[in-house]
């Protein structure tokens, strides 16, 4: 999943995306400023770089079982492992298990892939992204 977005404001659990269960997050906000993880079963979280509320961000997240990865524009990344529990569906601004923690967010655009991107392909979808959003 890559996608260019903004967090308009901000609630501690706030979904950006989501599968479709209670037990997989794509991008999920915690903790009580913008805190981007992964999760599925496992928390996977940004080591740094987590987007200011009002800036526009290059998101990417692979879901790899004990490779997964989660980016912030190119640059901040971190790898491990975000659990095992099958995402069954996506959802865009909301919680899939019962459509509930709605995240405040504006979305330019989103791209699935059926495969795992390497990081070339990663890098390269980063850097379409912050251009087409203005991203420093």
């Not at 906000?29 to 770089?49: K, R, Y």
């Not at 095992?84 to 655009?109: M, Q, R, Y």
């Not at 699935?112 to 990663?122: E, G, H």
């Not at 979808?125 to 991203?135: D, E, P, R």
Request: hydrophobic share 45%; charged share 10%.
């Amino acid at each position: 999943l890559a996608m260019l977005y903004r967090i308009v404001s901000y609630t501690a659990g706030d979904r950006i995306t989501d599968g479709n269960t209670n037990d997989s997050g794509m991008f999920y906000m915690s903790g009580v400023s913008p805190n981007i993880q992964m999760f599925a079963g496992t928390a996977l979280l940004l080591a740094a770089g987590d987007p200011a509320v009002g800036d526009w961000a290059a998101g990417i997240c692979v879901f790899n079982g004990a490779s997964s990865v989660i980016s912030i524009n190119g640059v901040s990344e971190s790898t491990g492992a975000a659990g095992a529990s099958n995402a069954g569906g996506f959802t865009l601004g909301a919680s899939g298990g019962g459509l509930a923690n709605f995240g405040n967010i504006e979305v330019k655009e989103v791209a699935l892939f059926p495969s795992a991107l390497d990081a070339a392909q990663r890098l390269s979808v980063a850097n379409y992204h912050k251009t087409l959003g203005g991203v420093a």
